[in-house]
Each structure stands twice: as structure tokens, then as C-alpha cells.
């Protein structure tokens, strides 16, 4: 039997980890699609292919020539971009897409949250007042805090940050997650964090640093998701492997 082929457009935690849950699995074969903005992506369980498609329209070619069966979308909830057109290339391709987002953080007693449309109106809500900021909302975004020189910043990413794009009172930590609470915590303290921005990313993998600004008293300006949450997309992993199994014809253990 010619196994169904499978492309995950990935960047994410989830899409590593569904790579390595369908990889086992001989009537599939898998490729992972990264945009290739990290200089040095942690190993994958399946073949990797790397760039932009050239739009939605290139991905729906991509598909036809490819011979692809199944489209899965596990790019992370802020790349709005690559999930409208994931959307368009299904329909145009007549390929089964399915969509694994994990739910948003919704504020716990104790968070003091102050919720902003995009990473702009985050930087326009920290004020005058000198402060000291968290900032981790990666690397791409960081021009409208270029605005704000008078705040002093702890700026965490994957990928060294060129220091002409950032603020100018910034100190940087390269380092990739997992981030646990009580580390966020300890890193928090010894900087003298004041405020916490952050993308409402959702997951375990950076809940570490709204778990610590709670802990601590300290407000966040958490920035609302681009897009609201698909109505037929799945929350976990799990529920991803087994929609493509399905999809895919393959029998699908009870509780998956
Ligand atoms: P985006 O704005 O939605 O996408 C911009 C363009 O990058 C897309 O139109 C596409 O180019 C290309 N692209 C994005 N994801 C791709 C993928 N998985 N494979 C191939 N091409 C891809 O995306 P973004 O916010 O820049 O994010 C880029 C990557 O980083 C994504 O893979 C995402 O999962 C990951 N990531 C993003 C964030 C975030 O906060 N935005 C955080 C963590 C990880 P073409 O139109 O030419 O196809």
C-alpha cells in the first residue's frame, strides 16, 4: 500500500509532537513544514521541508504536487497568516484540513491582566512612567517598544536579537522553552521585573511566566489571539493524530 501522505505546517511544540505520534505509523508519511525563521530548530520525527509556500495559492499547489491527503495546521495561534491561507489552499486543493489550536489562558483570581488587541496597543498601554518590562513576544515584533527608550526591558527569545531592532535599554536571554513558574519566578525577582507582556499563546510551555507575574503581584499586558478560535479545530495532540487517522482510514484507539 502507497502511504497517504500528511503535511504538518509546524513552529510549534504540538507540531513536533504530532510529527512524533504519527511517525510510527507505516501507511503515513509525514512532512513537516517550518518557515524556517529559527536558525537552528530542534530535531523532528518526520522529514522536514523549510520557507513559505508563496501564498495560499502556492501551498494549494503545493498539495496537488505533492500529493498530499491531508493538510494539518499546528502553527502557533499568532501565525494568523499561515492559517488563512492553510484554509483557502484546503478548499482550493480539495484537501482535508484539520486545525490543532490550543485553547487561550482565561485570567485565574489573582491575575492582574490588562488585555490588548496586538503587540502595538500592548506597547501603547505601558505608559510614561519608567518601568522595568518582561517582554516576550518574540523576535519580529519588537519595533513599537523602539518608541518607548525610557522603559528598561528583559527580552527573552529563541534566536539572538539584532540590538539595532530592540530598545535601547534592553538586556537579552536567549533560551527556549519549556519555562517552569518557579524559575519565571526567581528570573523575575532578580531583575526587578515590573510588568509582564505576553501573547496569549495558550499551553503549558510559557504559562510559566503568568503563573510567576500571579505569584508576585505583577500586572501583564496580555495580547488577544489574532483570529478568533476555529469552530472545528481540536485542542490537543492527541485529538489531532487521531482526526488524521480517521481522515486517513486508519483505525483509532478508544480514548485518543
Ligand atoms: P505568519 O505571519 O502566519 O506567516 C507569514 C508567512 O510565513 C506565511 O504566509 C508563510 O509564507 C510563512 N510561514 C508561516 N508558517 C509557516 C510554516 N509552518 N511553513 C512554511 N511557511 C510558513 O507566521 P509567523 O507569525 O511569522 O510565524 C512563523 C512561524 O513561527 C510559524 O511556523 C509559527 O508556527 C511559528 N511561531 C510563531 C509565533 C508567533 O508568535 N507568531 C510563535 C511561535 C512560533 P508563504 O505565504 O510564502 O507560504
Do not use: C
Not at 98 to 127: F, I, M, T
Not at 229 to 251: C, F, K, N, Q
Request: hydrophobic share 50%.
Amino acid at each position: 500500500m502507497v502511504p497517504r501522505r500528511v503535511l504538518i505546517l509546524g513552529g510549534t511544540g504540538e507540531a513536533r509532537r504530532l510529527a512524533e505520534a504519527l511517525a510510527g505509523e507505516p501507511a503515513l508519511d509525514i512532512t513537516l513544514s517550518l518557515a524556517g525563521r529559527t536558525a537552528h530548530p530542534r530535531a523532528q520525527a518526520a522529514k522536514v521541508r523549510t520557507g513559505g509556500f508563496g501564498g495560499a495559492a502556492g501551498l494549494a499547489r503545493y498539495l496537488r504536487d505533492e500529493d498530499i491527503a491531508i493538510l494539518a495546521d499546528a502553527t502557533h495561534p499568532f501565525a494568523a497568516r499561515m492559517s488563512q491561507n492553510a484554509e483557502r489552499a484546503a478548499v482550493e486543493a480539495g484537501v482535508p484540513l484539520v486545525k490543532l489550536e490550543r485553547p487561550p489562558w482565561q485570567a485565574v483570581e489573582g491575575d492582574r491582566w490588562v488585555e490588548a488587541e496586538n503587540v502595538a496597543h500592548a506597547a501603547a498601554l505601558l505608559g510614561e512612567t519608567l518601568r522595568t518590562v518582561f517582554l516576550a513576544i518574540g523576535r519580529q515584533e519588537l519595533a513599537p517598544f523602539r518608541a518607548l527608550p525610557q522603559h528598561a526591558y528583559i527580552i527573552r527569545s529563541v534566536d539572538p536579537i539584532d540590538p539595532a531592532e530592540a530598545p535601547p535599554n534592553a538586556r537579552f536571554i536567549l533560551e527556549r522553552g519549556p519555562f517552569d513558574a518557579a524559575a519565571e519566578r526567581a528570573l523575575f525577582a532578580e531583575n526587578g521585573v515590573e510588568i509582564v507582556i505576553a501573547k496569549n499563546s495558550g499551553g503549558a510551555a510559557t504559562y510559566g511566566k503568568i503563573a510567576a507575574a500571579r505569584a508576585l503581584g505583577l500586572p501583564v499586558i496580555m495580547v488577544r489571539r489574532p483570529r478568533p478560535p476555529a469552530e472545528d479545530g481540536v485542542a490537543t495532540v492527541e485529538a489531532a493524530a487521531a482526526r488524521i487517522r480517521h481522515l486517513a482510514g486508519l483505525p483509532v484507539e478508544r480514548g485518543e
